[in-house]
Structure formats: C-alpha cells, structure tokens
C-alpha cells in the first residue's frame, strides 16, 4: 500500500514512534515472555464508533516494519464514512510483531480518525453554503503533515501549511508596524505574493485591500458583521471567518457569504475515536 506526504518521511516517523515505544535496547518485555516466538496471530481492526478514516495505510507501515510478511487486507477507504461496528482492516502475522506495533498503530489511526470525523462535522454543517471550511497551523509539534491530511480526508481544505508559504499579518505584527496598512505594505515591498491579513474592526478593511491584502482574514466577527464585511470587500479577495466558531455557529457565518471559515479545533481538540484491534492464535 503506497502511501506519501510531502514533507513527511513515513519511514522515519513509524522508526521513531516503535523506538519510543521500545527503548534502547528495543525489547517489548510482554510478548517475550508471554507469546512464544513462532506464535502468529491474525486480528480484524474496527471501529466502535461512527467515523471518517484516515490513517489506516500508516498503521499497515508500523505492522511491516515489525513483520515485513505480514498479511494485510484494508477494508476501509481514506475519508470514507463508516458506521460503528465496521471492520477496517485485517492482517495476519507473527504474534510478537503484531502485538508490538498494536499500540503505535490504534493511537495514529484514532488520533488522526479523530479529526476527520470532527471536520466531517463540520463540512456538513456548511453543505450548500458555497462556503469552504479550512484548518490552521495549530497542530501537535511534529504531527502537522499527517494531521493536515487528516483534515483532507474529512473534507476541509489545507490552509498554510506553515510560515514560509503566505504572510499572515495579525494583531502583533499590526502592533509593531503601527497600522494594518502598513505592516501590508511592508509585506508587499518585500516580494511576498500571498499577503492574508486579519482584520477585527469593519474600517480596517479598506486601508488592508489598499495596501496589497490578497485575503482577508474577519476574526472574531458576529454573522452581522460579517455580512456587512463581505458586502465592503464585494468580492475583491476572498474573505475568511475565523475566531471562536463552533458547530452551533458555523452555518450562519457561512451563509454571510464568506469564502472560507477557518476552525482551529479541527486539529487542536478533536477527540479520538474508539477504535479496536481483537487477535486470535491464526
């Protein structure tokens, strides 16, 4: 099962979570002195809760990196939706292998299932809108490749990806530029192409959108202001709603006519869901 990132080394993450797991020396001290070598297991992963998936070709590298002849059969697609009770994979392989790389490999699938489901949420909540729900940077340290995809395969689209792809002036760099115009300003003159700006007062829209602002970022704006917001912008750049959204207010700040509602729970809160992994001697 092929699977790629960009900016994600798959190799080196399933190496550097096992050693976690295992220590130095690396040695799982349960299946040693319990699960004789020989022993093979085979073992259905499912979901005990209604999900989006996404991660499953991940736990496949950490059952291979352990057991390369490992047997293994997906049952499930990425961003698919399947009810409790499904069956998302089965494998079959040295019991010792499998056992070790059980953990490693329910944690990544619940956690990244976790925000798929959540951004499927979400998605949902905006059908028809014509709005898209983007995510943000604000993810676990070293897990934002993956759990930007994550928010993929729930249907949201990826926002910056990090500092270098796009300026995003906020209220601190406002602060030491001295206006929302001239910290724009200063972003255009140095070469930068993708200028966002966020903006939380209506009269610092128009110096923005004069300055060179190719996005506007509307933070922590009510439906009200917001709807007077798109209406002064008229279309110039896209607009973004960001700042305190909810489920229970996301349809009415996508129905002002926003372009995009950016949700940094997505990542930051999303809870993981109740996946399970039951073996048997094969």
Same mark, same amino acid.
């Given at each position: 099962?092929?699977?790629?990132?960009? $900016?994600?080394? %798959?190799?080196?993450?399933?190496? +550097?979570?096992?050693?976690?797991? %295992?220590?130095?020396?690396?040695?799982?001290?349960?299946?040693?002195?319990?699960?004789?070598?020989?022993?093979?297991?085979?073992?259905?992963?499912?979901?005990?809760?209604?999900?989006?998936?996404?991660?499953?070709?991940?736990?496949?590298?950490?059952?291979?990196?352990?057991?390369?002849?490992?047997?293994?059969?997906?049952?499930?697609?990425?961003?698919?939706?399947?009810?409790?009770?499904?069956?998302?994979?089965?494998?079959?392989?040295?019991?010792?292998?499998?056992?070790?790389?059980? $953990?490693?490999?329910?944690?990544?699938?619940?956690?990244?299932?976790?925000?798929?489901?959540?951004?499927?949420?979400?998605? #949902?909540?905006? +059908?028809?809108?014509?709005?898209?729900?983007?995510?943000?940077?604000?993810?676990?340290?070293?897990?934002?490749?993956? #759990?930007?995809?994550?928010?993929?395969?729930?249907?949201?689209?990826?926002?910056?990806?990090?500092?270098?792809?796009?300026?995003?002036?906020?209220?601190?760099?406002?602060?030491?530029?001295?206006?929302?115009?001239?910290?724009?300003?200063?972003?255009?003159?140095?070469?930068?192409?993708?200028?966002?700006?966020?903006?939380? $007062?209506?009269?610092?829209?128009?110096?923005?959108?004069?300055?060179?602002?190719?996005?506007?970022?509307?933070?922590?704006?009510?439906?009200?202001?917001?709807?007077?917001?798109?209406?002064?912008?008229?279309?110039?750049?896209?607009?973004?709603?960001?700042?305190?959204?909810?489920?229970?207010?996301?349809?009415?700040?996508?129905?002002?006519?926003?372009?995009?509602?950016?949700?940094? $729970?997505?990542?930051?809160?999303?809870?993981?869901?109740?996946?399970? %992994?039951?073996?048997?001697?094969?």
């Amino acid at each position: 099962m092929e699977f790629s990132l960009d $900016r994600f080394d %798959l190799d080196a993450f399933v190496a +550097a979570t096992l050693a976690e797991d %295992l220590g130095n020396p690396p040695r799982d001290v349960t299946s040693e002195s319990v699960i004789p070598a020989d022993a093979r297991f085979s073992g259905v992963m499912d979901s005990r809760d209604a999900i989006a998936v996404a991660g499953l070709p991940i736990a496949a590298a950490f059952f291979r990196a352990l057991d390369p002849s490992v047997e293994i059969e997906v049952l499930a697609g990425e961003g698919e939706a399947v009810a409790a009770g499904s069956d998302l994979m089965r494998l079959s392989g040295n019991a010792r292998a499998l056992l070790t790389a059980e $953990r490693s490999a329910l944690n990544t699938v619940q956690h990244l299932s976790g925000i798929a489901t959540l951004t499927r949420a979400y998605v #949902e909540a905006i +059908a028809g809108t014509g709005c898209a729900l983007l995510d943000t940077r604000k993810t676990i340290p070293g897990l934002r490749a993956l #759990e930007k995809y994550a928010t993929r395969m729930g249907g949201a689209t990826n926002h910056r990806m990090g500092l270098w792809d796009a300026a995003m002036i906020k209220d601190n760099h406002v602060a030491v530029a001295g206006s929302v115009g001239e910290a724009t300003r200063r972003a255009k003159a140095a070469g930068v192409t993708r200028i966002i700006v966020e903006v939380d $007062r209506i009269d610092q829209i128009e110096p923005a959108l004069a300055a060179g602002a190719t996005h506007l970022l509307l933070d922590n704006m009510d439906a009200d202001v917001l709807r007077e917001a798109v209406g002064i912008v008229a279309g110039r750049v896209p607009t973004e709603a960001s700042g305190g959204v909810t489920l229970e207010t996301i349809r009415a700040k996508a129905e002002t006519g926003v372009t995009y509602i950016s949700v940094g $729970r997505l990542t930051q809160s999303a809870p993981a869901v109740d996946i399970g %992994l039951d073996f048997a001697l094969a």
